[in-house]
């Protein structure tokens, strides 16, 4: 199945500049601001930004993950963007001076063998890289060391579900060598929670259920940390803001006197991930004794996503995505 626009893989690109010139910043960038600050505010809690190697899977025309690092002076040990717009389009033009150190990747298919997990000479693991520089149109390869921390906004609803599970179960290969090391890998995603009532986004090849989408993640041996509302409609969630904060109604209604509904949907949206109408999950590599908090799906019952296709994520339809081709 592929969108409305007849794609299988979307390389819809959300643009600031487009917001700014309609004087208006959606809540979906509002929403993605934060997540980049989260990031951030993760890596300085724990004091390892400068020793963070990101690798941030469909880093986005912008490449605002870095951008925003970089501004910050939060100068990491690398940053790797990879995206499956052509890499022309990827914009590095701010770490020219190269005190930021990154690298990006244009029409790249994370899940296909232009990414392979490969030995270095000197016995370390890393992960090679085939794809468009930014320059230009040109091949361009290149072998980094594993990294710390990876990066997946909003990329998974622009890619079919038997895709989605390839994506997550070699994050879950580079992870799990990554925690071999004795690193400490972690792994930041976002998607919007696919509502039946709601429909998807006529751009987005496979929105998920949230409860799905968490199976498929720990299915594929990832363990879930945290899930996190991004933004949420208010007639989702303040029935139960009320009931679980007394008081809350009183606080609520006195940001709604200032903050306009599109705001104000970013506010209380980490409180209830399920609710939110996008969630973003933290996710750590395979964890001996782990308890799995998302019980077994069925393949057959309600649609789990908005495509066709959404039986293809349980694993006896995982041949449905040729990673050798990138064609689902």
Not at 117 to 131: K, L, P, Q, S, Y
Not at 143 to 171: D, G, S
Request: aromatic share 12%; hydrophobic share 40%; net charge negative.
């Amino acid at each position: 199945m592929a969108n409305a626009r007849g794609k299988s893989i979307d390389n819809t690109h959300l643009s600031v500049d487009t917001a700014l010139a309609r004087g208006f910043i959606h809540r979906d960038y509002v929403a993605h601001c934060l997540r980049w600050t989260y990031v951030m505010k993760e890596m300085a809690r724990k004091q390892v930004y400068k020793t963070s190697r990101i690798l941030d899977i469909g880093c986005g025309v912008d490449v605002p993950l870095a951008k925003t690092l970089y501004s910050s002076r939060y100068i990491v040990e690398h940053y790797i963007g990879m995206d499956w717009n052509h890499g022309a389009k990827l914009d590095i033009t701010p770490f020219h001076t190269g005190k930021f150190p990154v690298d990006v990747f244009g029409r790249v298919d994370f899940a296909s063998n232009q990414v392979t997990i490969e030995e270095t000479a000197d016995g370390r693991m890393g992960i090679n890289i085939v794809g468009e520089n930014a320059d230009g149109n040109k091949p361009n390869e290149d072998f980094f060391y594993l990294p710390n921390v990876i990066t997946c906004f909003e990329m998974l609803e622009h890619i079919e579900p038997a895709h989605v599970r390839a994506v997550l179960t070699k994050v879950r290969t580079i992870m799990n060598l990554a925690a071999a090391e004795g690193q400490d890998p972690i792994f930041y995603m976002s998607t919007p929670n696919y509502d039946s009532n709601v429909g998807h986004a006529a751009n987005h090849v496979n929105e998920m259920d949230h409860n799905a989408l968490g199976w498929l993640i720990e299915e594929c041996g990832l363990t879930i940390k945290r899930e996190i509302g991004t933004f949420a409609s208010q007639r989702d969630y303040v029935h139960k803001l009320y009931a679980d904060f007394p008081g809350a109604d009183k606080v609520y209604q006195a940001l709604a006197d200032v903050y306009d509904s599109n705001y104000l949907a970013t506010i209380f949206a980490p409180l209830y991930p399920a609710d939110a109408r996008n969630c973003m999950w933290t996710l750590g590599p395979t964890k001996e004794g782990y308890e799995r908090k998302y019980p077994m799906l069925q393949t057959d019952g309600a649609p789990w996503s908005s495509s066709e296709n959404w039986r293809h994520m349980f694993e006896g339809f995982a041949d449905a995505y040729n990673p050798a081709t990138g064609v689902v």
